[in-house]
């Protein structure tokens, strides 16, 4: 902080603006595509292979580390809450499952 001449004591308040972290363009695409992908006209198995040259666990794979991402969060917060909420919820139902089955 600055001190302003005029006025013993005061201080200037200066505001720093943070940019948003950068996502990469790997990153980006894979969340524009998560965004729309039923508007493909492949199955979405296929335009996973055909665009990222992904197995389909790979890509979910990489989509779960990207979701964890402040990038990611930063670059579209509303898909990524959305799939975070599906991820936990899809644990959630793992694990009730996985305490249901008698051994």
């Known amino acids: 902080?600055?001190?302003?001449?005029?006025?013993?004591?005061?201080?200037?308040?200066?505001?720093?603006?943070?940019?948003?972290?950068m996502i990469s363009s790997h990153d980006a695409a894979m969340l524009d595509f998560e965004g729309s992908w039923w508007r493909a006209e492949q199955p979405k198995e296929d335009e996973i292979r055909t665009r990222f040259g992904l197995s389909t666990p790979r890509y979910y794979q990489q989509l779960n580390s990207l979701i964890d991402k402040p990038e990611a969060l930063a670059y579209a917060p509303l898909l990524v809450k959305r799939l975070r909420r599906m991820r936990e919820q899809r644990q959630q139902a793992r694990s009730a499952s996985r305490l249901a089955t008698p051994r």
């Open 1 to 21: 902080m600055v001190r302003v001449g005029s006025i013993p004591g005061a201080l200037e308040c200066t505001s720093v603006i943070e940019q948003p972290p």
